[in-house]
């Protein structure tokens, strides 16, 4: 059967997040932008509604089941209050969602309840790599296998936190597999660059470059024990909740842009009241339900363990892709030129909207 | 119910069926009624309707919904979703002969949504008798298209016979020659006519009458030539003080402050938006899939999961369309689940049409491109598909007028407001 109704719980969940995007992110999200930080009480207040949590079971210290459909409607809403901010809040995610889905038992017990333990922690994972070329599939670090220990080496881009995370899942190309690798920060050879990265938005994320020159990896570190495991579900996951925070940005652009377009005068009416206005507008709304819909297909597709999953979730982040460039865009151009001026929140969304092509290996459901 | 995306087994059935139908009974005569325009494809008329009989269906009509499963619960209806799954496949074999299906069509869809119970019961009975049978619905003016409120067909009581009286000239009546010329092999059909009963109240004089087959005054006075879908019979009508029985007004006899005339001709509209938009999913599907196999057959794979960075345009392009089809035919089933779960849907109705009016013009332009001289040839029916979408983008509700509808939903403004 068709359904496009979210259950109860998840409903309730929504409108948690939807009120903490509001009153939380949306207010602090150009201060946090322009001074390149994020207030730790935001982080901890985010965490405070257990998305991470939730998706974990009991067995493992936490209180529910994941649904990447929840994760999906969780993040859209999130990202509508800020980007930035809804990276930096699911973090750890990062880190304890390819445990759960793909971690071995051992590994299961001993990180996954000492991330959801304490208050939100910098625990992060390293997948993004500084080529124009980038393939998740294609890694250009290497891992190798010594005796009983996995050699590291390469460079891995835009890590959050990686500067004060105590373990680092690392991806490398594993004999053309990509495999993840949990490394401590205390391992020898593991550089993290002291400067930030600095990128056209997501200022308020703190985003570093790892650097790792022969660091040592125990067999049993590797993701899914000394046999590894399928990096499939784990791309899958970051693609449909990469999607999803695409149709949150530009959700937030079209809502805001479509107030405007109803305050704005010229030539004695409404802007909006303008067919060249309306008809954008029209399309924006349209173009973001297209996304949606298809975003939270392949989210049903992956809960189901459907075979397809792989192929909708790479077209849900594509299409999301370049829905939120499109969207955002027309939003500054709603505005004119108070969408050029950082006071309005149009064109920070613009910049976002120009990531969600790269962003791939920032979130997860 | 939580959100899901499994397409109910009756669908899935029923597609598996029409899957055949399609192939053996539309694909097969394409290229023949396309290339004899006007000549009726008898045949497949008399198959489709015999079939839909032994289906026990009255023709393409959402079924009453909710019956009860074997363990007594009550099944979510899917009338709707089941229509535009069928009106999908059968676009998928050919737009232009889903037009040639048997049965009332939007004729019939005004009844439902404007007329009586006495009317429904005189006038949609028919369609399941032995002879194939066609409605109509006519509306637009030479002078009155998107602005349909602007039409100038007359109708006025004729107080001594009770009677009312037509005048006017009718454009791009779809199946109006099969809906109303009476040709042996068809039952009697009619044509929903839509006139005004008073030219000085704009769209509250508005009403549709029931103009049976071989109404006298009526005149078929010519069958268009179209780009596409040609073998669908678009007729001109004149109307010359035609004679209509009282009770063939839908809708009240006397103009009142209200608009109910006009609203019931534009919720037929907000009932099959979805519906066009499926059949536009239909032809794209088509074309999309065509193309993968003449591309798998020159050895050229898709490579799915890779970045943008290192696919070639021509995958691109394909992943483009992908990604375009998916999603309307996606935003066509939460339009028509909604319909079928009797909530508003005027907004997800028309957003699926102007998704699909894009996407199905989009995909088959772009397939003919991508397949050049292969696709521009008319050996193969990408270049029909092509020809076939763009009247999706065009007939009930141009992908504007639907810009226009979304833009008024989603700013909350009126006609007025929003022009």
């Known amino acids: 059967m068709y359904s496009f109704e979210p259950t109860e719980e998840q409903q309730m969940l929504m409108d948690a997040v939807g009120k903490y995007a509001a009153n939380d992110l949306r207010p602090a999200a150009r201060e946090a932008e322009e001074r390149g930080e994020l207030l730790h009480k935001l982080l901890s207040r985010g965490w405070e509604i257990g998305l991470l949590q939730a998706s974990i079971p009991e067995a493992y210290g936490g209180f529910g089941e994941r649904s990447a459909v929840t994760g999906v409607l969780a993040i859209e809403e ?37 991330v959801i333990e304490r208050e939100w922690s910098p625990f992060t994972a390293a997948l993004i790599e500084y080529a124009f070329d980038f393939d998740p599939n294609d890694l250009k670090t290497t891992a190798a296998l010594q005796g009983e220990e996995y050699v590291l080496n390469g460079e891995k881009a835009f890590v959050p936190f990686a500067k004060d995370a105590e373990y680092i899942l690392v991806y490398a190309n594993l004999d053309g597999q990509t495999q ?66 695409a149709v949150g940005v530009a959700n937030a652009a079209f809502e805001y842009s479509k107030n405007y377009a109803r305050e704005r005068e010229a030539f004695g009416v409404k802007i909006a009241q303008k067919q060249a206005i309306a008809f954008m507008l029209a399309e924006m709304r349209t173009e973001i339900e297209a996304s949606r ?44 030129g108070h969408g050029y001026i950082r006071e309005h929140p149009v064109e920070m969304w613009m910049r976002n909207g120009r990531g969600f092509a790269m962003f791939i290996g920032l979130a997860i459901v | 119910m939580p959100i899901e995306f499994e397409p109910p087994k ?18 097969s005569r ?7 325009e006007h000549e009726i494809p008898w045949d497949y008329i008399e198959f489709m309707h015999s079939a839909m009989r032994a289906m026990g269906g009255n023709g393409l009509a959402p079924r009453e919904n909710g019956k009860k499963s074997e363990e007594g619960e009550k099944r979510p209806p899917i009338g709707y979703q089941m229509l535009a799954a069928q009106i999908e496949a059968l676009c998928w074999g050919d737009v232009g002969m889903y037009h040639c299906l048997p049965g009332g069509g939007l004729g019939a869809a005004a009844v439902f949504a404007a007329g009586t119970p006495e009317q429904k019961e005189k006038f949609l009975a028919r369609f399941n008798e032995e002879k194939p049978t066609f409605a109509a619905m006519s509306i637009t003016e030479a002078g009155a298209g998107s602005d349909n409120s602007a039409i100038r067909t007359r109708a006025v009581m004729d107080e001594t016979t009770h009677e009312w009286v037509l005048n006017g000239e009718k454009i791009f009546v779809t199946g109006g020659d099969k809906s109303f010329t009476e040709y042996e092999k068809l039952g009697e059909g009619f044509i929903v006519v839509w006139a005004t009963i008073d030219p000085t109240a704009g769209r509250k004089g508005m009403r549709g009458f029931v103009v049976e087959g071989g109404t006298p005054g009526v005149k078929i006075t010519r069958l268009e030539q179209k780009m596409g879908i040609r073998v669908s019979d678009t007729a001109a009508i004149s109307l010359v003080d035609a004679r209509v029985p009282f009770d063939h007004i839908l809708g009240s006899a006397t103009v009142e402050k209200d608009t109910s005339g006009f609203k ?3 919720a037929t509209f907000d009932a099959t938006r979805p519906l066009v938009a499926a059949s536009g999913v239909g032809v794209a599907r088509a074309a999309l899939e065509f193309l993968k196999e003449k591309l798998a057959e020159n050895g050229v794979q898709i490579r799915y999961g890779l970045p943008r960075q290192k696919l070639t345009s021509i995958e691109r392009d394909v992943i483009d369309m992908d990604i375009m089809l998916k999603s309307a035919w ?24 102007v998704k699909a009016g894009d996407v199905c013009t989009k995909i088959t332009q772009k397939v003919v491109e991508i397949l050049g001289p292969l696709g521009y ?38 006609g007025k407001e929003l022009r």
């Open chain 1, 78 to 114: 999130m990202a509508f209050g800020d980007l930035a901010g809804t990276l930096a809040v699911l973090t750890p995610s990062l880190f304890a969602t390819p445990i759960l889905l793909a971690g071995s038992e051992e590994q299961k017990q001993e990180y996954l309840q000492k």
């Open chain 1, 180 to 245: 993840g690798f949990i490394v401590s920060k205390e391992s020898t050879g593991l550089m993290v660059s002291d400067e930030r990265e600095k990128l056209m938005s997501l200022n308020a994320l703190p985003l570093y470059r790892v650097h790792l020159e022969d660091v040592r990896v125990p067999v049993s570190q590797r993701l899914g024990g000394p046999e590894g495991h399928d990096f499939e579900p784990i791309l899958v996951s970051m693609r449909v909740a990469t999607a999803a925070a």
């Open chain 1, 293 to 336: 819909l298809l975003a939270w297909e392949a989210a049903w597709k992956l809960d189901q363990g459907k075979e397809d999953a792989f192929t909708e979730a790479y077209l849900a982040a594509m299409g999301a892709a370049d829905m939120a460039m499109m969207v955002t865009d027309r939003a500054v151009q709603i505005l004119g």
């Open chain 2, 10 to 27: 009756p669908i899935v059935q029923t597609q598996l069926v029409l899957k055949t139908v399609a192939d053996e009974m539309m694909r």
């Open chain 2, 30 to 36: 394409s290229r023949y009624f396309d290339e004899h």
């Open chain 2, 264 to 266: 019931g001709a534009m």
């Open chain 2, 330 to 353: 996606l935003m066509v089933v939460k339009a028509v689940w909604m319909a079928d779960n009797k909530k508003e849907n005027v907004l997800e109705a028309s957003m699926s049409k």
């Open chain 2, 377 to 414: 040839s008319r050996e193969f029916l990408a270049e029909k598909w092509f020809r076939d979408a763009k009247i999706t983008d065009i007939y009930e509700g141009t992908g504007q007028i639907n810009r226009l509808v979304v833009a008024r939903q989603i700013l909350g403004y009126s």
